[in-house]
Each structure stands twice: as structure tokens, then as C-alpha cells.
């Protein structure tokens, strides 16, 4: 059980989102503020990062779009991303999942941990960058949901938060495990 | 049978019990299983949810999953061992309580702390209430509300989802737990309530239902019973309905009436078994029943005719009855074949006829018997004594005697067969007339005193002072027990004495119970022959009847006398020292006496002393008890020593005895002795003796005489004869000696003026004709008529008697009493010679061969008749028929007296004087004289009219008692209705009736009355009222007369 809990509540490694709207960043930036959320179809702690997304950008209005980055391995077969994350990312209004095969756009991020979201505004410039839950696949009230509302409602928000989520790369020292 | 409420509370709770632990048991095991399907399911939701982790292209398992595969087992293995091993136990519950909260715990923490987990505590505590039990609810709750605590306050997101939680959000959700188990709790109890009742229920449906299969298992072995009685009875059993259509038919239905059950049910029963003639009856019988409710033979056995399926009629006994079935009337028959029973009656009907005609055979034939038996003894004593009154020698008269004696041994012999054979069919009829008691007893035992004299016994009689003498029942057969007791003790005693004594049983208003005992000191009997001499044609000792004759039947008739008396015969005996028998009998006490009791001068008697000289004691005690009773002073002694003695001693003492009763037969000095030696001496003045004897020798009376000795008296003395004797002769003491009182101022007894002197031995000489009383006064030795006499017009009277011995016998004895006879041998003779010549009077053997007495008189009186009726000769019937019925049969059949076979001269005689016919010899009639005169009555006169019969008498004067008081009231009606032609006709017949009776004076008023009807007024009330006085006068004397008439009638038929 402790190592659950620790499991669940171990932050992944943080983000490093670059403080300006990157020219390489491969996907177009909105008027007003841009996220840009860097996932891993198949994390299941993803889920309660897009459930969280959801509810920023009801909250946000049509003052954010997003971008959700979906690692894809570059020998992964068709149709390997299209999960419900990438079905629920779809369905949320203002949000574009977005193939990012070999993870290319997300090292562009800085996005290390699934569930790494970096908040761009009208400027180009970070104004946030962290993760969306309070812990690994956990819903509910956390700091990242609390501070991209305090954002769009007023400008002002914390800048960093923990980021809870499978990680973006494969560890090198370890022999890749052939996907299905 | 209904189980008690304690019994029922018990299985209540028992069932409750096993339905709690059932559903224990049974949620356990669902729980066990939801255990197996949670883990599984929190595996495949882990597994679906989250069933890896990444980590770029690589994949691990994720933690929710190997939590599931863990955490899950660990918290499902001890539920699911409990159940296994524990199942329905309260730990058991508690564990798998604790366990599904802990399961949800880790859902809740699986998914994240998403509130919708948390539904699953609720759905937990909702699956846990189905136990029932609110302490696993409890529990559980606790369980869920310490895993919020703890988690909500140290990893807030595990239970709540959210970082940094409220540190009282616990108790919010505690609070909503506590609020679902407070209905869950509530719901718990209900239901356990509800579930206590339904076990309630069904604890008492199953009583009701034992009961009630109990019951039915009562009922269906009744049904079976019954059904068995009905299927094996042995009586016809079919049941009707209201339309008498049949539905029920056993099987001895079957076999009586030849029909098949199955071809009968719903048939009309009236068509098949029911003879045609009665079945509209039986219709209309079931119809009026069901419209009035009344039926005729409903609830009865009644004998019917019924029909077999052959059509042949057969009678039944039919017992209906009727019942109700589901609302259904129903009747039920009981039939039985009753032709073996009828058959068997009819049968039995005929045996009785048979065996009527049979004991009326044996009748006829005893009293044929007795006729056959008694004609010929007729003959020999008769003869026997016309020798007797011949000259002849010395061994003649012996032998003579003896075949007299014989003669009279045999019809006594004959007597007792009579009387045994009525006392058997039941004929024997006691007479109920009033009678007094010690002058009965006296007059019984004068003749035994004779027999107890010559074998120098003392007959002694003690009849005690509180026995009343005025009874009502049957002197006669009471005269016969006693002489049969008396006679057998005479007879078994050689030496001693013989006593009778009589004493009260028992007594109230109406009856008393007379104890009686004869005692002897004879030989006695062995106490195993006791009770059998009591059987008939039985003695002691078979040779007794050769040393004693008899014919063993006098007890057995004695025995069964005292039966229909109401009493008991029963016999105390020591063999060698005596014997003593007692009988009680139960009689009336008479309302009034037949004469007023002779007022005794007791004052002449009181305190006189008296002396008793009787070396018996017992006859000492007897007199000393009589004098005291009378106010005198006795003194007994039982020798003449002894009484010197006492004398002397009375005269020293200046109080001398006045009276002296001696007994004549003592040792040594007898009375006689004694009296001659008181007699010579002068220092006794003024002396009465009385002589007591046994003896009834006439010198002895003439010795008396010379000695100055006042009375003999025959022993057993009778109280009334030793006062009326004790009396006469102080009385005459005093007479010449100058004293009162006069003789009239002794009045003497009404009843007859008794002499003292008894049996003709009286020292005056007075009572020579008392010898009349046994009958024997016609055999003096002078003839009573000499031949050749034509001086006396002699009445011409013809014999019919087939018997020659007999013939002749009648033949002599009546033409020694002056008459002329013709005798004849046939009824047909009789009628002719009847028919020739006129004769005074016939008389007519009733037996006869082929025109016999009854059919001859028949014919006789027919010719009278078609004579114009003017004559009427007299015939007196001869029969040997001792049964008074046969008497009567003679009177009815035309005859005008009769006279039993063997007849004395006197009887002969008497009859004849019935019937108006007297012998012209003036010593024949003296033969027939009556042995009183005077009084109310003129005895001689009625007597004459008797004829000597004293039967006749008795029978007359009982009709005249039966009859006379109608007759009086119909006069009485008449003189208060002035009705004077019936008071003229009543009158008339009633002096005819008193005429008769020689009763001249009441005669005499009844012609006054019948007079008076001519004048009316007031002579016809007082004549009445002197008839009145004269009836009420004459009533006790013609009682008396009848008292006497029975006894000379026992003793002339005995």
C-alpha cells in the first residue's frame, strides 16, 4: 500500500517549457492564451489530467485553446494513439490532440512526465507550466487546475506545479521493450 | 391437538432462530462469493482502468493493478475462510462486515477517491443489512468512518481525491454513513420483527397444523372404524337421502336383500326392498316427516315386512334414524332379518302353550291322583270304622286301629302332596282374614298336648305379653307350620320337654313380625343334613322316615308357607341335645278386635300371692311370668318338698298363698299327691288350686273333684285360659267362703265364653260336647239309628257312586241315620231313577264312568226345567277334589252342597242338612249339633243350616263381610233418596242373607226396615240406624264364626 501511495504521489520529472512561444513548435498558437499539454496515449494518469483540462477550459471560456501532444513512438503501428485519451482530448472543446511522432514537439516543451502543461499567452510568453493533477491519475481540486483558473480570471498565477504522469521517454539504460 | 403458548412461544423463537441463522449462513456465503467477484472485479477494473503504467514506449504493470491482485486477496481471505469454517457465526458477520468496507476502501482508493466509489460503502452497508443484524452494521460503519479519519487526514486524496481535504470532511461523511445505517438499523428491526412474527405464524400454523393432522388422523381412523362397522355389521345398514334415494348399502344389505351395492346407490329404496303394499306408506311417511318434522317410526324399533330382490316378502326389525350431512337430510335404516327369531318365538309360543297344557295335565292329573286315592281310602276308613263300632275282640279293635290309623297316615300323606304341588305351580293363595293370635296357638296345640302326653313330654307355650293378638293373615297356614313344627319335635323327642315360644320381631303401625321357635330336646340334627331337610321328600336320616313316617315334605311345604308369609324357616340344631326351629312371619295388626277384651277386676288379683309347683323349669318360668304379669306374687318351686316348704314359710310370714298351680306329672309326689296332702290341711283356708296336666284321662278329673281342686288345665297353658281358669275359681273360692265377687261380676271373654276346662276333663262336668271339635263324636258305640223304626217318616234319598266299597259305605251310614236309600251305580241310572221316582235328595259321585256327577246334575236340572221349574231336588256332589275350586266347580254346575271324599258320618250328614235333608233319628242329629248356642247368633240354628260344613259357613260368611257393606251403602243411598221400591228389595235380600245366618235380630231390623219403606219418614231413618247397629254388632261375631269355621275345616280335611 505505501508503495502505492508512494508510487501515486511521486511527481514525474518536471517541465523545462521554454519561456517564449518556441519557433519550432510545430502547432499554431491561439489569439489569447495557448496550452500546449504533452501525453502519453496510453497513461492511465493521463485520463485525470484530461478530466482536469476539461474543467480549465470550461473555465477558461474561448480565452485558451490547447494543444495536446500525444507521444508516438516512431515504429508504433497505425491507429497506436488512438485511445480514449486521444478520443477524450478530441472532445473537449478549444482542445487539438495533436501525433507527435518521436516526441519531437514535446522535448520542443520540455515535457518530460505525461501530463506536462505549458501555458503560453497572447504574448508568446510561459505564464504556466506544470502538471493539471495533485497526484498520478488523481482527480479533484489540485494547485495546477487552481492556478490556470487564476490565470485566465486574472492574470496571475503560480508558475510551477508537480506534474503526475507516466514519462515521455523511454529510459535509455533499459532495452526497449518492443510495442505490440 | 393445539400446542400450548408456552410450547408455541418456544418453537417461535426456535424457528426465528433457525431462519436468522439461515440467512446468516446464507449471506455469509453471498458475501463470500461478492468477496470473489469484488476482488476480481477491483482486478479487471484495475486492469481496464489503469492496467499499465509508460514510461515512453515502455510499459510496466501499473501499481492499481498489482494492488488489486494483492491488496484485494488480502482483504477477501479471512471473510472467506470464516465462512468457510464459521459460516452464520457473529464473528464471522463482524469479519465479512469489516472486509467489505475494507474492499471499499480500496475501490474508493483505486479510483482515485472518486466520490462515485464511495457509493459502494453504502451498497456495502445495504448488503450487509441483510443480515439483519445491526452490530454488523455498527462495525462496519466504524470501519469506513476510523478509514476516512486516517485517510483523510493523512492521504486526503486517497479517500477524498483531492490534496489538502477538510480535516472534518471525515465526520461529514461519517455522518452520511450514520445517517444510512440509522435507517438501515431501523429496517433491520423491523424486519427481525417481521421475521419474529412470521416465525410466531408459522410456530402456530404448525400447531394448528399438528393439531389439525392429528385430528384428521382421528377422524380418518373413525371414518375407517366406522366404515369397517358399517362394511362387517352384522344388521342391514342403508342410508336414504330426502328422495329415498339410496347412498349407502352394506354388505349385509347385500347378502339379505340379493342385490349387488354398486347396481342400488341412487335408487329409489322404496322400489327394491319395500313390499309394494307399504311403499306409498314409507312415501308418505318421509314426505309428512319433512313437511311437519314427525315421523312414526323414527328413533323406534318397529317390525316390518320387506322384499328381497327375488320378490319375496320376509319380516325385519327396522330402527330409523335420521341425520344431517353437509346440509343434506339423511336417513338411516337398521334392518335385521327377524324370520329365524319369529320362527324361534312362534316355536317358543308353542313350547309355552305345550307346557301350560302340560302343568294343567299335571294338575288335572294330581287332582285326578288325589281322587283315584281318596275313594278308596273313603272306603277303608269308612268301613274301618262301621267295624270299629261292632263288637269285637280285643285284637280285632287293635288291628283295627292300626289299619285306621294307617288310613288316616296316608291321607295326610296325600294332604301334603296336595299342598306340595299347589305350593310348586304357584296356586297356593293365603287367605287375609283377621284372627287372634293366642287362641289360634291354643287351639293348635290342644291335640299335640295329647300326642306330648303320651310320650310323656312337656308341650310348653310361651307367647311373650307384647305380642299383639289381634292380626290379619292366614290362621290356617300359620295352624299348619306350627303343627308340623310341634308334630316333628313331638316326634323326634323321646324325653324333655317341647316349647313353643312366640315373640316380636318386628313392628310398626300396620305390621308386626312374629319371631316364632319350637325347641325340643329330641335328637337333633346333623349340621350337614340341616339345610337339606328343607328339600322336599328329604329327612335327617333316610331311616327316620322308616322309625317315624312322614313323607319328608312337611318342612319343605312348612318352608315355603312361611316364605309366602313373608318369613324365613330356619332350623338351630345340636345332634343328641335337641333342636330348635324358628320362623318369622310378617303380619297385620288387625284395626280392630273381633271382640271387645273381657274387662278383668285386676284389684282382686293384685299383689295375691300365688305358688307354682312344676319340676320343669321352663313351665315354671312360663307361669310365674303370666301370674306376675296379672299384679300377682308367684312363687315356683319345683317339687312338693319344696312347696311344703314355702308354704310353711307364706303362713309363718301371715301372708299365705291364696293360689297354687300344680303340675300332676312330678317325681316322686305328683300334683294329685300334693293336692290331697294341702287339701287335709286346715291351716289353709280359703286355698284355690289348679291342677296342670298332660293327661286327659277322666279319673283323673273325678280325683281332682274329690280334692277340692278347682280347674284342670291341659298343658301348654294358654294365658287367657289360666285367667279366665284363675278367675272362675277365685271366684267361686270366694262364693263359698261367703266373699265377693259374685259370678256376673266376672265378666268373661266375648269370643265364646270358654270354658277353662278343656277338652271335656272340667271338674263340673260341663264341657262334654267340646269333643265335637275333632269330629270324632259320631263313632260312639251306640248305633244313632235302629232299624225297623217306621215311626219317623224317613227322607228318600238316592245314591249315585259307581264305587261299590264306597257305595256301600254310604248306603249303611245313611240308613243308619234313618234314611231310605236308593243307590245307584251310573250318572245314566241316576238321571233315570231321578226321573221315575221323586227322592228328597241325590246324592252324586262326581266322577263316573261315562255320564259323570257334573253331566248327570246337568240333565237333571234340564228336565226341571222343561218341567215348568216348580221342583228343584237337592243334590250334594261327592267329591274326591280336595281343591276348593273343584268345590265351587260343583255349585256352578247345578249341585247344591257337596261333600269331600273320605267323608265322616258328621259330614255326610251335614251336607244333607245344607241342603235341608236331616236325619229323622233325633241321635243322628245330635251327631251334627253345633257345639254352642246363643248369643247374637243361634249357633245350633246355623249350624243346621250349614249343615255342618263348616267351610260353607266360612265361604258364606266371607262373601256376607265382602259383599254386606255394598249393600249397606246401597240401602243408605236409597233411604236418603226415599227410593222405597229399591229400599223394599235391598231389605229384603239382606234378611235373606241374615236369616241364614241365624242372626234373628239383625234379621229382624232388615224386615223392620223393608216394613218401614210402607210408611216413610222418619221410621225409615231409624230403622235404618238400628239395621246400622245390628250389622255392627253381628260383624265380629260372624268373624269369629269364621276363625272357628276354618280351624274345623283344617281339621276335618287333615
Known amino acids: 500500500m505505501a508503495w502505492m501511495v508512494r508510487f501515486e504521489s511521486s511527481p514525474g520529472a518536471p517541465a523545462h517549457a521554454p519561456a517564449s512561444w518556441p519557433a519550432q513548435a510545430g502547432v499554431a498558437r491561439g489569439r489569447d492564451y495557448t496550452l500546449v499539454m504533452s501525453a502519453h496515449p496510453r497513461c492511465p494518469c493521463t485520463r485525470a489530467s484530461l478530466d482536469e483540462l476539461a474543467i480549465v477550459m470550461a473555465a477558461s471560456g474561448k480565452r485558451m485553446t490547447a494543444r495536446v501532444l500525444f507521444f508516438v513512438p516512431e515504429d508504433a503501428p497505425p491507429g497506436w494513439w488512438e485511445t480514449d485519451l486521444w478520443r477524450t482530448a478530441g472532445s473537449i472543446p478549444n482542445v487539438t490532440p495533436v501525433l507527435d511522432r518521436g516526441g519531437t514537439l514535446q522535448r520542443v516543451f520540455g515535457a518530460e512526465t505525461s501530463g506536462s502543461v505549458a501555458v503560453y499567452d497572447a504574448a508568446g510568453r510561459l505564464q504556466f507550466n506544470g502538471g493539471l493533477t495533485a497526484a498520478r491519475g488523481q482527480r479533484g481540486e489540485n494547485p495546477g487546475r487552481l492556478s490556470l483558473i487564476s490565470l485566465i480570471e486574472s492574470g496571475e498565477a503560480a508558475r510551477m506545479t508537480p506534474v503526475f504522469g507516466c514519462p515521455l521517454r523511454t529510459p535509455t539504460a533499459r532495452d526497449a521493450r518492443r510495442l505490440d | ?1054
Open chain 2, 1 to 1054: 391437538m393445539p400446542l400450548s403458548p408456552s410450547v408455541a412461544g418456544t418453537r417461535a423463537d426456535q424457528l426465528f432462530e433457525e431462519q436468522q441463522r439461515s440467512t446468516y449462513v446464507r449471506i455469509d456465503r453471498a458475501f463470500a462469493i461478492l468477496m470473489v467477484v469484488q476482488v476480481i472485479g477491483g482486478v479487471v477494473l484495475a486492469a481496464s482502468l489503469t492496467p499499465w503504467t509508460y514510461a515512453g514506449s515502455e510499459r510496466s504493470l501499473h501499481p492499481h493493478v498489482i494492488a488489486a491482485l494483492t491488496l484485494g486477496p488480502a482483504i477477501a481471505v479471512a471473510p472467506i475462510l470464516m465462512v468457510w469454517f464459521r459460516s452464520g457465526t457473529l464473528a464471522t458477520r463482524h469479519v465479512v462486515g469489516i472486509s467489505q468496507m475494507l474492499i471499499g476502501a480500496l475501490l474508493i482508493h483505486v479510483t482515485g477517491g472518486r466520490i462515485e466509489t464511495h457509493f459502494h460503502v453504502f451498497g456495502s452497508l445495504a448488503c450487509l443489512a441483510f443480515y439483519r443484524d445491526s452490530g454488523v452494521l455498527i462495525s462496519a460503519s466504524i470501519t469506513v468512518i476510523l478509514d476516512h479519519y486516517l485517510r483523510g487526514t493523512y492521504l486526503p486524496m486517497s479517500v477524498y481525491g483531492v490534496a489538502t481535504a477538510n480535516p472534518w470532511r471525515w465526520l461529514e461523511h461519517a455522518g452520511w454513513v450514520a445517517f444510512t445505517d440509522i435507517f438501515l438499523i431501523w429496517a433491520c428491526r423491523e424486519s427481525r420483527h417481521m421475521r419474529q412474527a412470521l416465525a410466531d405464524q408459522r410456530a402456530l400454523l404448525e400447531a394448528n397444523s399438528e393439531a389439525m393432522k392429528q385430528h384428521l388422523v382421528r377422524v380418518e381412523a373413525s371414518e375407517a372404524r366406522s366404515a369397517a362397522i358399517v362394511r362387517t355389521a352384522l344388521d342391514c345398514i342403508i342410508t336414504i337421502d330426502a328422495q329415498g334415494r339410496i347412498c349407502e348399502f352394506n354388505h349385509a344389505a347385500e347378502k339379505t336383500f340379493g342385490y349387488v351395492r354398486e347396481e342400488v346407490i341412487g335408487h329409489d329404496m322404496a322400489d327394491l326392498i319395500i313390499p309394494p303394499a307399504l311403499r306409498s306408506a314409507h312415501r308418505e311417511g318421509i314426505k309428512r316427516y319433512l313437511q311437519t318434522g314427525v315421523a312414526r317410526v323414527l328413533d323406534r324399533r318397529v317390525e316390518v315386512m320387506a322384499m328381497r330382490a327375488n320378490g319375496s316378502e320376509f319380516p325385519v326389525e327396522l330402527a330409523l334414524t335420521s341425520s344431517s350431512r353437509g346440509g343434506e337430510l339423511l336417513f338411516t335404516a337398521y334392518i335385521r332379518d327377524i324370520t329365524e327369531r319369529r320362527r324361534a318365538e312362534s316355536e317358543l309360543l308353542r313350547a309355552k302353550d305345550a307346557a301350560i297344557a302340560a302343568s294343567r295335565a299335571k294338575s288335572e292329573f294330581v287332582a285326578n291322583i288325589s281322587h283315584e286315592i281318596r275313594t278308596p281310602m273313603n272306603g277303608i276308613l269308612g268301613m274301618t270304622d262301621l267295624v270299629l263300632e261292632t263288637d269285637l275282640t280285643a285284637r280285632q279293635r287293635e288291628f283295627m286301629q292300626m289299619v285306621k290309623s294307617s288310613g288316616r297316615a296316608l291321607l295326610s300323606v296325600i294332604n301334603d302332596v296336595l299342598d306340595f304341588s299347589r305350593i310348586e305351580a304357584g296356586k297356593l293363595l293365603l287367605e287375609v282374614i283377621e284372627f287372634p293370635l293366642r287362641q289360634t296357638i291354643a287351639e293348635t296345640l290342644t291335640p299335640l298336648a295329647l300326642r306330648a302326653h303320651e310320650k310323656n313330654l312337656e308341650l310348653l307355650c310361651d307367647v311373650h305379653r307384647n305380642v299383639p293378638d289381634q292380626l290379619i293373615g292366614d290362621p290356617s297356614r300359620l295352624r299348619q307350620v306350627l303343627v308340623n313344627l310341634v308334630g316333628n319335635a313331638l316326634k323326634f323327642t323321646e324325653e324333655g320337654e317341647v316349647l313353643l315360644t312366640v315373640g316380636l320381631e318386628n313392628q310398626n303401625q300396620h305390621e308386626v313380625v312374629l319371631h316364632v321357635a319350637v325347641r325340643d330336646t329330641g335328637i337333633g340334627i346333623p349340621t350337614d343334613k340341616q339345610q337339606s331337610i328343607f328339600s322336599p321328600f328329604i329327612q335327617a336320616d333316610g331311616s327316620t322316615t322308616r322309625r317315624f313316617g312322614g313323607t319328608g315334605l312337611g318342612l319343605t311345604i312348612s318352608s315355603q308357607l312361611v316364605e309366602l308369609m313373608g318369613g324365613r324357616l330356619w332350623v338351630e340344631s345340636t345332634e343328641g341335645k335337641g333342636s330348635t326351629f324358628h320362623f318369622t312371619v310378617n303380619l297385620r295388626r288387625a284395626a280392630a278386635t273381633v271382640a271387645a277384651a273381657p274387662s278383668i277386676d285386676w284389684g282382686t288379683l293384685q299383689g295375691m300371692r300365688a305358688l307354682i309347683v312344676d319340676d320343669n323349669a321352663t313351665n315354671r318360668r312360663i307361669l310365674a311370668e303370666m301370674l306376675g304379669n296379672w299384679g300377682l306374687h308367684p312363687t315356683a318351686v319345683d317339687g312338693a318338698s319344696a312347696a311344703n316348704a314355702a308354704i310353711n314359710d307364706s303362713i309363718q310370714d301371715g301372708r299365705p298363698f291364696r293360689l297354687i298351680l300344680l303340675d300332676y306329672q312330678m317325681p316322686e309326689t305328683d300334683g294329685l299327691m300334693l293336692a290331697s296332702k294341702l287339701a287335709s290341711r286346715r291351716d289353709l283356708p280359703g286355698l284355690t288350686m289348679l291342677l296342670l296336666t298332660s293327661s286327659d284321662r277322666p279319673e283323673d278329673a273325678s280325683n281332682a273333684r274329690e280334692l277340692g281342686i278347682a280347674s284342670i288345665l291341659r298343658k301348654p297353658v294358654v294365658q287367657s285360659d289360666l285367667l279366665n281358669a284363675v278367675l272362675m275359681a277365685l271366684q267361686r273360692t270366694a262364693s263359698a267362703a261367703g266373699q265377693i265377687p259374685t259370678p256376673h261380676a266376672i265378666p268373661l271373654p266375648a269370643s265364646g265364653a270358654r270354658e277353662p276346662m278343656l277338652n271335656g276333663s272340667g271338674v263340673n262336668g260341663s264341657g262334654a260336647n267340646g269333643s265335637g271339635t275333632n269330629g270324632s263324636g259320631a263313632s260312639g258305640h251306640t248305633p244313632a239309628y235302629v232299624e225297623g223304626d217306621e215311626s219317623i217318616d224317613r227322607p228318600h234319598l238316592l245314591l249315585a257312586e259307581d264305587n261299590d266299597i264306597n257305595q256301600a259305605l254310604a248306603v249303611h251310614i245313611l240308613e243308619r241315620a234313618g234314611f231310605r236309600v236308593t243307590p245307584v251305580g251310573t250318572g245314566e241310572q241316576a238321571v233315570t231313577a231321578s226321573k221315575l221316582k221323586k227322592f228328597d235328595a241325590i246324592l252324586m259321585d262326581v266322577h263316573m264312568p261315562k255320564l259323570d256327577g257334573f253331566a248327570a246334575t246337568a240333565l237333571i236340572r234340564e228336565r226341571e226345567v222343561l218341567q215348568g221349574g216348580t221342583t228343584h231336588v237337592p243334590i250334594v256332589a261327592l267329591t274326591a277334589h280336595a281343591m276348593s275350586e273343584d268345590r265351587d266347580r260343583c255349585l256352578r254346575a247345578g249341585m247344591d252342597s257337596y261333600v269331600a271324599k273320605p267323608f265322616t258320618t258328621p259330614e255326610l250328614l251335614r251336607a244333607l242338612a245344607v241342603v235341608g235333608i236331616h236325619p229323622p233319628h233325633p241321635q243322628a242329629k245330635a251327631i251334627i249339633a253345633p257345639r254352642r248356642t246363643g248369643g247374637i247368633i243361634d249357633r245350633a240354628e246355623l249350624m243346621a243350616r250349614m249343615g255342618g260344613d263348616e267351610g260353607l259357613l266360612r265361604r258364606l260368611i266371607d262373601m256376607f263381610l265382602v259383599n254386606y257393606p255394598k249393600q249397606l251403602s246401597e240401602l243408605h243411598e236409597a233411604v236418603r233418596q226415599r227410593d222405597v221400591e229399591t229400599l223394599r228389595r235391598r231389605s229384603h235380600t239382606l234378611r235373606g242373607a241374615l236369616s241364614l245366618f241365624a242372626a234373628s235380630e239383625a234379621a229382624d231390623a232388615a224386615h223392620r226396615l223393608e216394613k218401614s219403606a210402607e210408611f216413610g219418614g222418619r221410621a225409615i231413618d231409624e230403622a235404618f240406624r238400628a239395621l246400622q247397629a245390628e250389622l255392627a254388632r253381628l260383624e265380629p261375631t260372624l268373624n269369629t264364626l269364621a276363625l272357628e269355621a276354618r280351624h274345623m275345616t283344617n281339621l276335618t280335611d287333615g
